[in-house]
């Protein structure tokens, strides 16, 4: 067939850009008004996904339709997001179009159907993934996949590296570059600074970067963040690594594994745990970070991610087997995930914690100091600075004397400077109605309530414990202090407990 | 533990409503201004999900957070369904809070792990999607489990049970209703008129409530809507079919199996189509319908919704079994789904050939009439008006008389009056560049081109055909007309067709 073709086949569609100040978090919105001539003649419809292009540059936006007046008729709104992933200048004109179809869709529906996914087919969703080309209703079913149909290990591999090679990686001039990273978060279980001051001042090379808190009171570089500037561009990371063998940094800034923050986000949302999938995620950031040989810490507890042993032992095994696929080792160490570390949760909290462990203070906490040692432990042997079975007594020994305090202060001065964590305004302490024994501690009611408190916006707001699980409680004793930087949110904090008064379980003798 | 219990133990957050003109589509999604101290205590974050209560109605909505103008500080602005959800008086002021966690995502995370669900747990998830409780997230979950795990009939009776209760149930005065649908578009087989005409003219009770279309260029209350009025509530449809026996109106206006509408919405995002859940649907709005024998069209073909006649009779069964647990009787009809049938693809167009058809008209589509009364035939047997294998010559002698045109219009007329379907103003036709034989109609390409040239917004938009499949086709023969109510609609119909001439394929002889 044959007909006259129009002088532009594919029409462009331009429309002003316009700056909304709308944050809608890694979603890319765009808003046209729902008579705009160019929506018309697309035949666009609210909620769909469009193509926004500026010159080479394009994304994948979700499209609201706006009929009052807070837009005109030529202008395309987009939301922060979109504005940045854009790089759009303040007058610019956009073309605004239906998207390609998702060719990688096609392997997500074939791994609902029980097909396996090999490295190419992974490698195509992982790309449109990190090119935000997915929405969230695709993340969801791809993820649902990998829960419903979990892979075996050479799928599991597969989608590690899919997911490695679609970020940045360092490297670093030492055969050994050793690591640590705890699966799956307890409250107060702040043991990275204390392990990587011990590491680098026994001579290996662990150059941490960390996480800020998603849905914690606290990550290691919101806490770190209290003591020393955390938000190191790499050229700064490395200088702190060259001259002190080790850091403790926001990883924020570089690239690693990017799929993974995505994958996460929806996780979370759906509360579905694929065990392939938090293998992937661990190792492709810890392979892309440029580790060899990784400690991995398993909180296990009722109240924890992992809850049972042999769910621990389970992931142990496909971390471990993965890992190898990739020439990392891997050592998992099983922990007690059945109450917080430490007495402080909140960033500048779990900070006093740890400076009191590192300075061999009276009243430091006792189970984060032993459990530092352990770790830090199995780092030296894996690392080769102590032999099989002798690691714990060297990481105590460089705590003791010092060396781990000093390490720490220097890695503190050459990311900016050392400062103390700051102390809360407010604070309001909860005591026990009752005697008897401390028998459990909520670890995620305990974490909401340090959030209402303000943690971790607010660096000094937390709760900090005044009892352990298996403690004696006579009334009367306090049980724990809220901490807040302003009595509002120490009050909804405060309500918050008073609803839930089994957050901290006193039973009789 | 006891603490002091504040006056208020949960906090309410209360902001003025602001209506923000902004369409979602069924997503209610709310935006509060970033700094906006309700948000700040409650420690919200953008693109979670939010409570919004007013009195005693609330929605879950989608949260964006604003740093511009746009709203105030003690402003919550909503989208119009998120406004219309709640009903909001233009001085409310709302509640804000984090919502309830949704019991019922625990059953599709056992339905992801490969549990059956049972209908106590199918019941609390449709009523929670029902309520919009359920994120696209979470929906998208929802479809993938069913697509991963396929369920075995109980399983698909269970959801077809919930489905079904969910929403209302329409109760006819007769034995016998009779229905007919279509499972899976294909543009133009507009044969629903015809057979509610033949079938009521033969005295079945035959209550249509028919669809408008989503992704397609016109449902069948669109095409009827050319000729007359569907847009009756409940009372009026009822009026129609005491007077006429039958009736051909626009579904919308009653509430039958609502989670149908939401998770096609998600299904259709994904492109995944699960057998129990197209069953599940298709039953689930025959029974809340009120319907007691169905007769169901299934277009089999490579470009229709079902590929192969394998998939075709694996359906079928499907859709026997379930219904007749609930004592429904369904006959599938197997029909050609190669091409689309009669020549119009857009509401007046395709109105056009139905009328051609009931007239008796020279040059009316014999495929459509072939195919109309075979399915009438097919109706008039279940329902008992013709004896089985002589449904067709009884539904022929029923339109040939000039009985069926006669039902037709006082059905029309019942429904508030016939008119003519209109004619588009602007419109281009398409030769054949080389003679041949007219080899295959692509039913996607070609339903796009309809949606480009304004179909079924514009309701005299559309393409007309002029040859079909096996046709020999001479050199500049006219192979389509594109139709279109203004000449920028009609020009980006001929971009889009020029752009893929294989949408109808001519081969040599």
Redesign the interface.
């Known amino acids: 067939?044959?007909?006259?073709?129009?002088a532009?086949?594919?029409?462009a569609h331009r429309l002003r850009a316009r700056?909304?100040?709308?944050?809608?978090?890694?979603?890319a919105?765009v808003?046209m008004h729902?008579d705009c001539?160019v929506g018309r003649?697309e035949?666009v419809?609210?909620?769909t996904q469009i193509e926004v292009r500026d010159g080479a540059r394009s994304i994948i936006a979700t499209l609201?339709?706006?009929?009052?007046d807070?837009l005109a008729l030529d202008e395309v709104g987009l939301?922060?997001v979109a504005w940045r992933r854009l790089g759009v200048a303040p007058d610019a004109t956009l073309h605004v179009a239906h998207p390609n179809p998702l060719d990688s869709?096609s392997a997500v529906?074939a791994k609902?159907?029980?097909h396996r996914l090999d490295l190419l087919r992974l490698k195509a969703i992982v790309a449109d993934v990190v090119a935000e080309r997915y929405?969230?209703?695709?993340?969801?079913?791809f993820?649902?996949?990998f829960?419903?149909?979990p892979p075996q290990l050479a799928e599991t591999v597969a989608l590690t590296r899919a997911m490695l090679e679609a970020g940045d990686r360092l490297a670093w001039p030492s055969p050994i570059v050793a690591d640590k990273h705890c699966v799956g978060g307890l409250p107060g279980n702040r043991t990275t600074p204390l392990v990587v001051a011990i590491a680098a001042a026994a001579g290996l090379v662990i150059p941490k970067t960390s996480s800020r808190a998603i849905t914690s009171p606290a990550g290691t570089a919101d806490a770190m963040e209290t003591m020393a500037p955390v938000d190191l561009d790499l050229a700064a990371m490395r200088a702190v690594v060259d001259r002190e063998g080790g850091c403790i940094v926001w990883g924020g800034s570089v690239r690693l594994s990017p799929a993974d923050d995505i994958f996460i986000r929806?996780e979370r949302?759906?509360?579905?745990d694929s065990e392939a999938q938090l293998v992937a995620s661990v190792l492709s950031k810890k392979l892309a970070a440029g580790s060899t040989h990784v400690l991995l810490d398993l909180p296990v507890g009722p109240t924890a991610k992992v809850r049972t042993r042999e769910d621990a032992e389970r992931l142990s095994d496909q971390l471990v087997a993965v890992a190898a696929e990739f020439g990392m080792i891997v050592r998992p160490v099983l922990t007690d995930g059945s109450q917080p570390v430490g007495y402080g949760i909140g960033p500048a909290l779990e900070a006093h914690d740890v400076l009191a462990v590192l300075r061999g203070a009276a009243g430091a906490p006792q189970d984060l100091r032993e459990r530092a040692v352990q770790l830090a432990g199995g780092v030296l042997e894996l690392g080769g600075k102590a032999a099989p079975g002798s690691g714990a007594e060297s990481a105590a020994a460089i705590l003791d004397d010092g060396r781990a305090l000093a390490k720490f202060m220097a890695i503190c001065e050459a990311q900016g400077g050392f400062r103390e964590p700051p102390v809360a305004a407010f604070t309001?302490m909860?005591?026990?109605?009752r005697g008897g024994v401390l028998r459990a501690i909520d670890n995620r009611l305990l974490a909401r309530v340090a959030?209402?408190a303000g943690a971790p916006?607010a660096k000094a707001a937390g709760v900090m414990l005044h009892a352990k699980a298996g403690d004696s409680v006579e009334p009367g004793q306090p049980?724990?202090t809220l901490h807040g930087e302003s009595p509002?949110?120490l009050?909804?904090a405060?309500?918050f407990?008073?609803?839930n008064?089994d957050?901290?379980l006193?039973r009789p003798r």
């Open positions: 067939m044959t007909h006259p073709v129009p532009n086949p594919a029409p700056r909304l100040g709308v944050e809608t978090q890694s979603e919105v808003f729902a001539p003649s035949g419809t609210a909620r609201y339709l706006v009929s009052s807070m939301s922060e869709m529906r609902v159907y029980g929405s969230d209703v695709q993340l969801a079913a993820i649902t996949a829960s419903a149909q929806v949302a759906l509360d579905l309001h909860i005591e026990a109605v959030k209402l916006r049980l724990l509002g949110e009050d909804y405060l309500s407990a008073a609803a008064p957050m901290l006193v």
